[in-house]
């Protein structure tokens, strides 16, 4: 309890104790109060709040640009970027990004996205168009039913005929229900996913791939990686080859920026072979001299700055020491479950803890997201820990739930 007592101390400190610069506006400088409290203790959805972007706004107010309208419409790739735009460093971004997942830089093309989902719609347009230009045909998209939401939006927005495949106890894509489903006379356009939304599961992409590899009938195979979250640390973790090309033999990947990289607001990265970009309908657009073959037509020029700042001030180096971290971290918060009795589990390679939800009280104070599943005892929780998730910050959440389950059994002895 006097452990608890000095936690929560420090933590009240630390909320006290941030600086602050007053807007002029009391409802706006109310609610950054709000948020930065908030920010202490979100356990439950993977977004870093440890933003290292504070030069980043410093040089920004100080050398003009928050008066300069810059917009990347275009082709990043190309070698004749729009002068007011940022391409120029939006191509470094996808070129940096582009090798950690075996992307040969002879063939590749990308963007930096407005978020995961904008990268999964490139993904399944950019699929359903290579498909049809190779084969003349419809694809049928076949995704876990515990994949990112966003992949069945998406799918309707496309009028994309789609199959549902089941998923295993811990969220993973069944191969042989892939196998019960698969129409061989059309294309396959595959989505897996790199963690899937609430157990943090990666689907087996070798052992679904062995499933279509039986199957040398259909027409065309093409395989879109959501890897929202994991893609952005594992290439920085032993277990790289997970998201690797090479290894796995996919067409695009889609990642995002406000997760591991901890950009403060919406963006990502769609990268894909440039045998797939040649294989997308032609919009040349002459009043931007360029070839439209993406979604978008604006796109932010913001965001590619702040990844490109990222590379510099942050890199490799600092990336690896990060993914090591939160590994460590969930390695830590799972054996401090299990100490206390607590069910909970995880996927191996995912950052993500899942376990029997606590009380209301604790759920609004760590921000967790909630689940359901009658194989584990039915209403979940999960912890993503990511980079501000300390031992510390866990040790007080632990105690909270300990805590939790004694004033429960206290109240229940008071009531008989």
């Not at 199957?215 to 994991?230: K, N, Q, T, V």
């Not at 799972?334 to 009380?359: C, H, M």
Request: aromatic content about 12%.
């Amino acid at each position: 309890m006097h452990r608890h007592l000095l936690l929560t101390l420090a933590y009240l400190f630390a909320t006290l104790t941030v600086s602050s610069q007053s807007s002029g506006y009391p409802e706006l400088d109310r609610m950054v109060q709000v948020w930065r409290t908030a920010q202490q203790t979100t356990f439950g959805y993977p977004a870093s709040q440890e933003s290292e972007l504070a030069g980043f706004y410093q040089w920004y107010a100080a050398s003009g640009m928050d008066v300069i309208n810059l917009n990347n419409a275009g082709d990043p790739m190309t070698d004749d970027p729009s002068t007011l735009s940022s391409q120029l460093f939006e191509r470094q971004v996808i070129e940096f990004f582009a090798p950690l997942y075996d992307f040969n830089l002879d063939n590749v093309w990308g963007i930096v996205t407005h978020s995961g989902t904008d990268g999964n719609n490139h993904g399944l347009y950019f699929g359903v168009n290579y498909l049809r230009n190779k084969t003349g045909m419809e694809p049928v998209l076949y995704v876990s039913d515990e994949a990112h939401y966003s992949n069945m939006r998406l799918a309707h927005l496309q009028n994309l005929d789609i199959r549902l495949v089941a998923s295993d106890s811990m969220g993973r894509m069944i191969p042989d229900s892939l196998e019960a489903m698969l129409n061989t006379s059309r294309p396959v356009l595959m989505v897996y996913a790199m963690g899937s939304t609430f157990k943090g599961a990666i689907d087996d992409q070798q052992a679904l791939n062995a499933v279509l590899a039986a199957h040398p009938e259909i027409p065309g195979i093409y395989r879109h990686i959501d890897a929202a979250l994991f893609g952005g640390y594992l290439p920085f973790t032993p277990y790289r080859a997970l998201v690797s090309r090479d290894s796995m033999q996919y067409e695009s990947i889609a990642i995002s920026g406000h997760k591991f990289f901890g950009i403060d607001s919406p963006c990502g990265l769609f990268i894909c072979t440039r045998e797939v970009y040649e294989n997308q309908t032609d919009y040349n657009v002459p009043y931007l001299n360029s070839n439209m073959r993406m979604i978008s037509c604006s796109r932010d020029a913001l965001q590619p700055l702040k990844f490109w700042w990222l590379i510099q001030s942050v890199g490799f180096e600092g990336w690896s020491t990060q993914a090591k971290n939160i590994l460590a971290q969930r390695d830590y918060l799972k054996q401090q479950l299990d100490a206390i009795g607590w069910p909970a589990w995880v996927n191996e390679y995912s950052n993500t803890v899942f376990f029997r939800r606590p009380s209301p009280e604790i759920i609004r104070k760590y921000t967790l997201a909630q689940g359901y599943d009658e194989r584990f005892g039915g209403e979940l929780a999960h912890v993503v820990v990511m980079q501000h998730v300390s031992q510390e910050k866990i040790d007080m959440f632990i105690a909270d739930l300990d805590n939790s389950r004694t004033a429960e059994s206290t109240g229940r002895r008071h009531k008989r």
